[in-house]
């Protein structure tokens, strides 16, 4: 990603951070089914190693998984996310990073909880992501990957009253299984979802669980 593009997706969450908490922190009280699929998460990667929730924001996924007995850290791009993360759960261990180029030791993490950010990786850079996350993954590690089901790419001049310019790349669950098997992981398990209405942004949800072999 150019740097251009990566300052700009830097400094729009910066900029809309303390509203992604009064609007987002808080969302999974009213997700169930992704509140399964984290337990699920949960349960498998204990015996693993640590996880981290990449591409964090206010750590709400983060927290979760702590409560259900993972150790877990978070990584966000965004300075402005990982200081509200830092704020609302102190217990956990956020930093700033680039999914891109994680500075992480290979083979650290037994689980991968990535929520909503490969979303921000255009098209023809997912698998660099995808090999990067494989990288820090231990033998056996899980990766749990969310994001929005579709083709189209949104690009936002304007979030919530914030200047911003970022895009936002939706991804057909076969294009993002073909993205992970390009990468290197065995893909376990795709589930996909309509959205919860009122709850959230109304697009349809795609869930994949896939394994560093
Ligand atoms: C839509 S928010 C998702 C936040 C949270 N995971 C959730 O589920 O609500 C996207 C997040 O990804 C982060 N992000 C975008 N590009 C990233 C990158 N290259 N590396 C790490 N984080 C990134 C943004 O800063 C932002 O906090």
Request: charged share 25%; with cysteine.
């Amino acid at each position: 990603m150019d740097p251009q593009t990566l300052t700009h997706l830097q400094t729009g969450y910066d900029r809309v951070a303390e509203e992604y908490v009064r609007r987002i922190f808080n969302e999974l009280e009213h997700k169930p089914l992704d509140r399964q699929l984290l337990d699920r998460f949960a349960s498998a990667v204990r015996a693993l190693g640590p996880a981290c929730d990449l591409g964090c924001g206010p750590g709400h996924v983060a927290r979760y998984l702590h409560r259900q007995g993972l150790p877990v850290c978070g990584v966000d791009l965004s300075p402005e996310m990982v200081a509200q993360a830092r704020q609302l759960t102190p217990g956990i261990e956020f930093y700033q990073g680039n999914m891109l180029a994680l500075e992480v030791e290979a083979e650290s993490w037994g689980g991968i909880a990535c929520f909503y950010s490969i979303i921000h990786i255009p098209r023809d850079e997912v698998v660099t992501a995808l090999q990067e996350m494989k990288r820090v993954l231990r033998p056996g590690g899980l990766l749990l990957l969310a994001f929005h089901s579709g083709q189209e790419t949104i690009h936002l001049e304007d979030f919530w009253g914030q200047p911003v310019s970022m895009d936002t790349f939706f991804f057909e669950p076969a294009e993002m299984e073909g993205y992970l098997q390009a990468a290197g992981f065995q893909l376990e398990e795709t589930v996909t979802r309509p959205p919860y209405e009122g709850v959230e942004y109304p697009s349809k949800r795609a869930y994949i669980f896939a394994r560093r072999p």
